[in-house]
T-cell receptor, first 111, second 115 residues
Framework: RKEVEQDPGPFNVPEGATVAFNCTYS??????FFWYRQDCRKEPKLLMS???SGNEDGRFTAQLNRASQYISLLIRDSKLSDSATYLC????????????FGKGTSLLVTP | DAGITQSPRHKVTETGTPVTLRCHQT?????MYWYRQDPGHGLRLIHY???????DKGEVSDGYSVSRSKTEDFLLTLESATSSQTSVYFC??????????????FGQGTRLTVV
């Protein structure tokens, strides 16, 4: 079983919709959690770090549930430009702050 | 912009040849990483470095070696390239953030094809 798991999608949503992604992780000792956005044939770009209390950045809200070992990303009022793959990442144990990534969830926002 | 440059950006090489990919950073970060990304597998850690001459293996290190003789450069070498090493390779650095902990930033990637 992979340490970080995501629903691969694709999620096809109309503009203006709200969409939520979940990610589960298996290492209960993990301390750091992130969401990355990756456009086709580009590098992953940090979208949000996920804090214990949950955090919001404009239309994006990230939440952490340590008891159930999952993190979530909510995108409100989806834009065409939100179309991308969203990667969940969790820090590895004993690997110099390296990250374990999920395989990504594909989002397509349509007009 | 985390100041990370990868070279080359694209390379086609033949099976059995050695290949070296370079990652260069301009901001004196201690931690550097090499990942590969493949369809169906996502990003996987190959090797990482926690300082000059200090490196360690990641999840998929077989067939790869690394070197870090200067803070700013982290080299990934495929000693004898195989078709299974056709992939997109990303270098990353880890940056300490004010709230504690670190955040990772990636280079633009190197697309390697082994024929």
């Amino acid at each position: 079983r992979k340490e970080v798991e995501q629903d691969p999608g694709p999620f096809n949503v109309p503009e203006g919709a709200t969409v939520a992604f979940n990610c589960t992780y298996s290492n209960s000792a993990s301390q750091s959690f992130f969401w990355y956005r990756q456009d086709c044939r580009k590098e992953p770009k940090l979208l949000m770090s996920v804090y214990s209390s949950g955090n919001e950045d404009g239309r994006f809200t990230a939440q952490l549930n340590r008891a159930s070992q999952y993190i979530s990303l909510l995108i409100r009022d989806s834009k065409l430009s939100d179309s991308a793959t969203y990667l969940c990442a969790v820090n590895m144990k004993n690997s110099g702050y390296a990250l374990n990534f999920g395989k990504g969830t594909s989002l397509l926002v349509t007009p | 912009d985390a100041g990370i440059t990868q070279s080359p950006r694209h390379k086609v090489t033949e099976t059995g040849t050695p290949v070296t990919l370079r990652c260069h950073q301009t901001e004196n970060h201690r931690y550097m990483y090499w990942y590969r990304q493949d369809p169906g597998h996502g990003l996987r850690l190959i090797h990482y470095s926690y300082g000059v001459k200090d490196t360690d293996k990641g999840e998929v290190s077989d067939g790869y070696s690394v070197s870090r003789s200067k803070t700013e450069d982290f080299l990934l070498t495929l000693e004898s390239a195989t078709s299974s090493q056709t992939s997109v390779y990303f270098c990353a650095i880890s940056e300490t953030v004010d709230r504690g902990g670190t955040e990772a930033f990636f280079g633009q990637g190197t697309r390697l094809t082994v024929v």
